[in-house]
């Protein structure tokens, strides 16, 4: 691999960071020593959101532009007596891209142990199981241990998160970048980067730049971090589907990398608020950035909690159009970050409080 830039050195510690759902610590000191250098202020909700503060206009409305820390991956449930690992799946897997995955294991210590989850070989299936998904209740992790006793000794434990393991690579094509937890390290990229984007800006407001906590189990932390902002205007900046590849037809998605960020029209949580769609969409025209337009009927946001916070918050979802998400490794397109970066920054130096009053009754 070439030698990576400043971006994407970020992106590889972004992505590398373990977390799972509950165990968003790695990822949120990565965020934090990224935005700290262009925040005001640094503070955390109780459940371990990072909310950082970029003062504009201190009477300005609030801007929320959120990520989420956690990714998808799995928790021990049981050691048996000959050392294999039960687990518990956290956040959406479909079971077919599990089996034979090279996993992390960290133990309360911040150990990492590895792991795969075990499969058996074709030889021994039966002509009915070859042609089956395997069921995840059958799984396990091997972590090689030969007794509960020794895989204890190494510091595994019961609650202990597993994260997917996969090294982050700049493919054949330099624009496009392949890792594990996309989903969402993409949108606490995009949270850093506004920052930094608006660092010696003039904006009439005040930008919070969130890594919400929880999102992969039910938008949870996004409910409490907006509790804590108070947002005027909330976006939740996430992975989205990419439509462009062998067998997805036109009405499951149309959306493909590097044609944009997703404006998200409709997804399971939330229909987006109107005069603010419209608004970026405008945005978006007026300074020649590519977007598309997405509906995600089977998945949903944080956006989703943070309109239906406090009074109700106007807010929209912003995707990055990528492929494989929820499995060990996807595939996103640097322009699509870079151009939702340019969006969002965009509209921040226009919302002033007489904008706010005015979208909400578009
Ligand atoms: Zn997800």
């Known amino acids: 691999m070439s030698k990576l830039d400043d971006t994407l050195m970020m992106l590889k510690d972004l992505t590398d960071a373990k977390g799972i759902a509950g165990n968003e610590r790695e990822p949120r000191q990565v965020m934090e020593k990224y935005i700290s250098p262009y925040a005001d202020k640094i503070e955390y909700d109780n459940l371990g959101s990072l909310i950082a503060e970029k003062v504009g206009d201190a009477n300005g409305p609030k801007i929320m532009v959120a990520g989420h820390l956690d990714e998808v991956g799995f928790m021990i449930s049981k050691i048996d007596d000959r050392g294999f690992l039960s687990f518990q799946t956290v956040g959406g897997w479909w079971s077919q891209v599990m089996l034979a995955q090279r996993v992390s294991i960290v133990t309360r210590k911040g150990e990492t142990i590895t792991g795969v989850i075990g499969s058996k070989p074709p030889h021994i299936l039966t002509p009915e199981a070859r042609k089956k998904a395997a069921d995840v209740k059958d799984m396990f992790i091997d972590i090689g241990a030969s007794s509960k006793e020794e895989a204890m000794e190494w510091g595994v434990l019961p609650g202990d998160m597993v994260v997917p393991y996969f090294e982050f690579s700049v493919m054949n094509n330099e624009k496009l970048l392949l890792a594990k937890a996309w989903d969402n ?3 606490c990229a995009i949270a850093i980067d506004v920052l930094k984007g608006l660092k010696d800006e003039l904006h009439p407001n005040i930008v919070y730049g969130v890594g919400n906590v929880q999102e992969e189990v039910g938008l949870r932390g996004a409910k409490t971090s907006t509790v804590k902002v108070k947002p005027d ?11 462009d590849t062998p067998g997805i037809t036109a009405k499951e998605s149309t959306s493909k990398m590097g044609a944009g960020p997703q404006i998200v029209l409709y997804d399971a949580s939330m229909v987006s608020h109107k005069g603010l769609r419209n608004f970026v969409v405008d945005t978006a025209e007026e ?18 909690s943070m309109h239906i916070s406090l009074n109700g918050v106007p807010s929209l979802s912003i995707g990055i159009a990528t492929r494989y998400i929820h499995s060990h490794a996807g595939i996103l397109h640097r322009d699509d970050y870079e151009n939702t970066v340019k969006l969002i920054i965009e509209v921040i130096k226009k919302i002033d409080s007489e904008t706010v009053n005015k979208l909400i009754f578009d």
């Open 185 to 187: 390290r993409i949108g």
């Open 233 to 243: 205007i909330g976006f939740a900046v996430d992975v989205g589907i990419a439509g």
């Open 287 to 304: 300074n020649s950035i590519p977007y598309q337009f997405e509906t995600i009927p089977g998945g949903g946001t944080d956006a989703g």
